[in-house]
């Protein structure tokens, strides 16, 4: 089974300030897909980006960017130009190609963004 | 289009009580996943359906919970009798079919909080 872990249950950075959030995850499927999704206190799901495994190159999004290394089942979230409506939790997910292609969440990063 | 709408946004019962959630998914998408999110156990798939069909319930905690998919256009998740420990916010989301542009997202609904008393 998929497995996806996010070491910081919280972080915290001054606006403007880019601000890297971290994501590993365990898998033997060689071709998936990865999300980033932003939750803030209006409960909304958000998807942020996303990456899909058999290409090599980053995933950008305006100010969002990921850093994706599949030999280390790596794949973190970076906030450039860090702004106020940042501030939410943001969850990594993954999604096989195979079976039911449902998403499997890690537990959440808290991100605030200060002013 | 208004995107995936779930009713009620807000739930408070009594724990015994019976408790439909409601899901309408985006038009033409065929693939239809509730998910439930707490505290202690974050996001996760209750049920998944395709074409109507459920394909994936190994996610429904126990047999007081049900899920039904009558057409395209909608979706319940039922709990009878409620328990305390159901208190959640549960989600349901829609997926275009494979194949189809966006297949690879899934759209989420605003989500119902649940309060079981």
């Known amino acids: 089974a998929q497995t996806v872990t996010q070491s910081q249950p919280e972080m915290s950075v001054q606006e403007a300030e880019t601000v890297t959030l971290s994501c590993t995850y365990d898998?033997?499927?060689?071709?998936?897909?990865l999300f980033w999704y932003k939750q803030p206190p209006s409960r909304q799901m958000i998807l942020v980006i996303r990456?899909?495994?058999?290409?090599?190159q980053n995933a950008t999004e305006n100010r969002f960017s990921v850093n994706f290394q599949k030999a280390a089942k790596s794949f973190s979230l970076k906030i450039s130009d860090s702004q106020l409506g940042d501030t939410a939790m943001y969850f990594c997910?993954?999604?096989?190609?195979?079976?039911?292609?449902?998403?499997?969440f890690g537990q959440g990063t808290r991100l605030t963004i200060n002013p | 289009d208004a995107g995936v709408i779930q009713s009620p946004r807000h739930e408070v019962t009594e724990m015994g009580q019976e408790v439909t959630l409601r899901c309408k998914p985006i038009s033409g998408h065929n693939s239809l996943f509730w998910y439930r999110q707490t505290m202690m156990r974050g996001l996760e798939l209750l049920i998944y359906f395709n074409n109507n069909v459920p394909i994936d319930d190994s996610g429904m905690p126990e047999d007081r919970f049900s899920a039904k998919m009558p057409n395209a256009s909608f979706s319940t998740l039922k709990i009878q009798p409620s328990e305390p420990r159901d208190s959640a916010v549960y989600f349901c989301?829609?997926?275009?079919?494979?194949?189809?542009?966006?297949?690879?997202?899934?759209?989420f609904g605003p989500g119902t909080r649940l309060t079981v008393l």
């Open positions: 990456q899909e495994a058999y290409k090599q």
């Open positions: 989301a829609s997926r275009p079919g494979q194949g189809l542009a966006g297949d690879n997202e899934q759209f």
């Open positions: 898998t033997s499927e060689n071709n998936y897909y």
């Open positions: 997910a993954f999604m096989g190609i195979q079976g039911a292609q449902k998403l499997v």
